[in-house]
């Protein structure tokens, strides 16, 4: 049998198999944050297509720490109901998810969210649209205490566990690169200090979820932009959470501002453009005792495979061929071997952002037009 589709464990969750769906903004979500049904039957469906486990899209924990518009909120109780319906369908669908957390922190927008974007330092750089306001101490305890929040709501809501988003230039990450932390409080200056507020993120998750509660991160192993986190001090990082007991680590890398090498790569047409943090992600593994998964440009059940079971990763995550194709992971499963469709050229969050929702643009042309199509 295929070691991708063996049954796996992340602390007390059992998943079907070891692929998983990776957070990706989806834009169904009322302004407020609420879920809309349309964004409970993507995640129904992604349950039925066969991936083992899904991760919602980012989710904030405080108003101000809103991104995009449209994007899903866990900062009131006001949607426990709605949250419910979405993993009893997810789990009446043989499914499991994991709610992914975050403040977007200098990344903000405020004209989605209505606050002015906050950050570690008051400074100008590439990823942030406008010049933060600094996060004083006593606010940085009180989104410190908005995720732990947060993730309580997640257990109670029936999620399987929650994913820290420490990656994609998002706060935590903020406060992890020298480029855009600032600070000469305890929360600056070395890496021991500028990742204060991580850890103090995921003890006090821990503290209300308890140690059988899965809790993950997302994290970038490298920003690639000028001055900004790097691969030593990432590595030191996970080290240091594999010791705290964090349950998996999703490797990843880049910012808004990395060019080329941003999160979500486009034009991956062939195999030697997949599995681009995959490197990052077997070095990250070396040093730490949790299962690590690796994100980025998979496309072939053959590389899948060998990532696996040569190169010995322990997941694998996808998202952008999901959007095209929700049942790749079963139509995989039950034998067939093309590598998914996707072709890589981000119009499903082009095109999202003003029909309400994320898409296959292409595929929608497609069958709109009855034409073939190419990238």
């Known amino acids: ?55 919602s899209g980012y989710t904030f924990v405080r108003p101000e720490g809103k991104q995009l518009p449209g994007k899903m909120g866990i900062c009131t109780d006001e949607f426990a109901d709605v949250f419910k319906e979405m993993t009893n369908e997810v789990h009446e669908a043989g499914g499991k998810i994991v709610i992914q957390l975050v403040h977007a922190g200098g990344q903000a927008d405020e004209k989605s969210s209505g606050y002015p974007p906050l950050a570690p330092s008051a400074i100008k750089v590439d990823q942030f649209p406008v010049i933060p306001v600094m996060l004083s101490e006593e606010e940085i305890r009180n989104i410190v205490n908005a995720f732990s929040k947060a993730a309580l709501r997640a257990k109670t809501y029936g ?28 929360y600056g200056g070395s890496i021991i200090n500028r990742a204060r507020f991580l850890f103090e993120v995921y003890e006090g998750i821990r503290s209300v979820v308890g140690d059988s509660f899965p809790v993950l991160i997302k994290l970038n192993a490298i920003d690639y932009v000028d001055g900004g986190l790097a691969f030593e001090d990432a590595l030191w990082v996970a080290e240091k959470l594999s010791q705290k007991g964090i349950d998996a680590i999703e490797v990843s890398s880049g910012t808004g501002a990395s060019g080329a090498l941003t999160p979500v790569r486009t034009k991956i047409l062939s195999q030697d453009k997949e599995a681009y943090n995959l490197d990052l992600a077997l070095a990250i593994k070396e ?86 199509f190419s990238e």
């Open 287 to 372: 040093k730490v005792s949790c299962p690590v998964m690796a994100v980025g440009g998979f496309r072939s059940l053959e590389i899948i495979k060998k990532a696996i079971e040569v190169k010995g990763i322990d997941f694998i995550s996808l998202s952008r061929p999901l959007i095209r194709e929700p049942d790749l992971p079963a139509r995989w499963i039950n034998g067939e071997q093309s590598p998914a469709e996707c072709v890589s050229c981000n119009k499903c969050f082009q095109g999202g952002l003003s029909m309400g929702g994320i898409f296959c643009a292409l595929l929608k042309k497609k069958e709109n037009n009855n034409l073939s």
């Open 1 to 55: 049998m295929i070691k991708a589709f063996e049954k796996a464990n992340i602390n007390t969750m059992q998943l079907s198999n070891r692929l998983v769906r990776s957070a990706t903004w989806e834009g169904m979500c009322d302004s407020d944050g609420r879920p809309d049904s349309k964004l409970i039957n993507y995640y129904k469906t992604l349950a039925k297509g066969g991936i083992g486990l899904i991760i």
């Open 159 to 186: 999620f399987d566990g929650v994913q820290i988003h420490g990656a994609h230039g998002y706060l935590i990450n903020q406060f992890l690169s020298p480029l855009t932390n600032r600070r000469d409080d305890g």
